[in-house]
């Protein structure tokens, strides 16, 4: 693994990008924020965001528009690949 591979404070400012970049497109997605004063080459703190992955299905409340959140979630990750050239190796839906 390269340096950058393994850097998290390079991670952390990732999250920052794609935040920026989702955020500019209005897409509806929750993601944690890197706490940079807790960052450091191997550290990366987050803010916790309580929820459930979107594949534990009986955990969605009632009536939820799940083709909706999975079409939400690609472009998401379309826009960060697209836009910012950040290409999620380990992504979490």
């Known amino acids: 693994?390269?340096?950058?591979e393994v850097d998290f404070r390079l991670e952390a400012q990732n999250?920052?990008?794609?935040?920026?970049?989702?955020r500019k497109h209005s897409v509806n997605v929750s993601c944690?924020?890197?706490?940079?004063?807790c960052c450091g080459r191997r550290v990366?703190?987050?803010v916790f965001i309580d929820g459930w992955k979107i594949t534990d299905v009986d955990r969605l409340p009632?009536?939820?528009d799940r083709e909706g959140m999975a079409q939400g979630l690609v472009r998401a990750f379309a826009l960060l690949a697209i836009e910012d050239g950040l290409i999620p190796?380990?992504?979490?839906p």
């Open 32 to 37: 944690p924020e890197p706490v940079l004063e």
């Open 44 to 46: 990366l703190t987050m």
């Open 1 to 4: 693994a390269s340096r950058e």
């Open 62 to 64: 009632y009536g939820c």
């Open 15 to 22: 999250c920052l990008q794609a935040l920026r970049t989702l």
């Open 89 to 92: 190796g380990d992504p979490h």
